[in-house]
């Protein structure tokens, strides 16, 4: 936990049970907003609204955008809808239609229509676009020039515009019907002749996205430029919007926990974890799978219980055989999961993965199967079962490989989320195929030695 997050969350209790009013809203001048918002996110209930009600509403509007959904939505449910109005008047179109959109439909039509006419045409204007789509993540609070103009004239239109704007960093070329022509960084701009025109001094090769491109695609696209921003142009290539670097950073957090989430066979997200009910409803159907799967598993073994009553020592490494499996498979998965959400599958064939995984596999198997089969040898002292348990181990670690990479890329075609392949499914079917494979060389070769 933040040292300073826990501080001043401590120093803003302290202060409510003492009410010391006067001291609280010293303390919360001096803090930064997202420091408040780490502190509101410990604070209970009630110590929120007292905190919020100090606030002015530009400030509880940067603050709002900083805490955690589950804050957020208890936040907005116990203030009064004029205020909470108020506050998303002060906040940016994108933002305040991001908190607009996680909030019940007949509230966030409420809190709409009481907000200024030009910012709710704006929130509503972003919320006709899909969820986690460009379109909803922009801002139209950007600076747009002409090619014609002169550098100082552009110049003394900042000083007039910037604050408006959301950034500053870019100003973005447009012709009169709004097409995109051309981009100029501010530091261009500020070394540039001042009579220079705009158009010998704009980059004409300008990077952008469309207005329903995907949230994940965009941050690639700005981690990739290493943009400050980066233009939103509708089907005719006119400039609509913008995406700041912030709002990027914010998607590549959420997006890389809901993979994390994912991975764990779970969907919970953050605003669950003080609920135990929906967090365990969130973990059961995996779980669910996870032990049918575990249960064929034991099926599988029952099938072969002449084999182990003949030799027992086959069970000893059972767990060896199953564990090693997975945790080779997961591996695979998270390096394809992660290969996939950062665009480095594209122009790879399945074929090419699969060969490299597999290669990986093979090389893994041999080794580590040549040690537990030593192992094997020397503590049971019969060399068929260090053969079984050698093959075994490279037969399974080789599908666990190619299983990691095949089951997201499975589900990438299918249109779903790669990290849905997540561990305990991978597991669980390692476990079933290792298993069978373990006793099917077992049956094969256990006779061919003398014990």
Same mark, same amino acid.
């Given at each position: 936990m933040d040292t300073t997050q826990s501080a001043l969350s401590n120093q803003i209790k302290h202060l409510i049970e003492q009410n010391s009013i006067a001291e609280l809203m010293r303390l919360l001048r001096e803090a930064h907003p997202a420091d408040i918002a780490d502190a509101v996110d410990m604070l209970e209930e009630e110590e929120r609204l007292r905190v919020f009600s100090l606030l002015d509403d530009q400030t509880a509007g940067e603050v709002l955008d900083e805490t955690e959904p589950e804050a957020t939505t208890a936040l907005i449910k116990g203030l009064d809808s004029e205020r909470t109005a108020d506050i998303l008047d002060e906040m940016p179109p994108d933002d305040a239609a991001e908190i607009l959109a996680d909030l019940p439909k007949k509230q966030a039509e409420e809190l709409i229509g009481l907000m200024e006419v030009e910012e709710a045409a704006d929130v509503q204007e972003l919320l006709q676009y899909p969820e986690n789509s460009a379109?909803?993540?922009m801002t139209e609070e950007f600076i747009s020039v002409r090619a014609g103009m002169t550098a100082s004239r552009v110049i003394e239109m900042l000083r007039e515009l910037a604050p408006k704007a959301e950034t500053a960093y870019y100003l973005y070329v447009t012709?009169?019907?709004?097409?995109?022509v051309g981009v100029l960084s501010l530091r261009d701009l500020i070394v540039a002749d001042p009579d220079a025109r705009i158009s010998d001094t704009m980059d004409r090769k300008v990077v952008s996205v469309g207005v329903d491109t995907d949230q994940e695609e965009v941050a690639r696209v700005v981690s990739k430029y290493d943009f400050l921003a980066i233009p939103v142009v509708d089907g005719k290539e006119k400039l609509v919007g913008i995406?700041?670097?912030?709002d990027i950073i914010d998607v590549i957090e959420e997006e890389a926990s809901e993979d994390i989430y994912a991975l764990g066979g779970t969907t919970e997200h953050p605003e669950a974890v003080h609920t135990p009910i929906p967090s365990a409803m969130r973990r059961m159907p995996w779980l669910l799978i996870t032990v049918i799967g575990e249960i064929f598993t034991a099926r599988v073994i029952k099938g072969y219980e002449l084999t182990l009553q003949e030799m027992f020592a086959l069970v000893l490494f059972i767990p060896v055989i199953m564990a090693t499996g997975g945790n080779v498979g997961t591996q695979s998965l998270a390096t394809t999961v992660r290969s996939i959400a950062l665009?480095?599958?594209?122009?790879?064939?399945v074929w090419q993965v699969i060969r490299r995984e597999a290669a990986i596999g093979v090389m893994l198997g041999v080794t580590i199967g040549l040690f537990t089969a030593a192992i094997a040898v020397k503590w049971i002292g019969t060399p068929a079962l260090g053969l079984v348990i050698g093959i075994s181990m490279t037969l399974t670690l080789t599908?666990?490989?190619?299983?990691? &990479?095949? #089951?997201?890329i499975l589900f990438k075609a299918?249109?779903?989320?790669?990290?849905? %392949?997540?561990?305990?499914?991978?597991?669980?079917?390692?476990?079933?195929?290792? &298993?069978? #494979?373990?006793?099917?060389?077992?049956?094969?070769?256990?006779?061919?030695?003398? %014990?």
């Open positions: 379109g909803r993540l012709e009169p019907d709004g097409h995109l995406i700041t670097v912030d665009g480095e599958q594209a122009g790879r064939s599908f666990s490989a190619v299983l990691g &990479v095949l #089951i997201p299918l249109g779903r989320d790669p990290a849905l %392949a997540s561990g305990p499914f991978i597991t669980t079917l390692n476990d079933i195929t290792s &298993v069978t #494979i373990y006793f099917l060389l077992a049956i094969r070769l256990i006779h061919l030695f003398p %014990a």
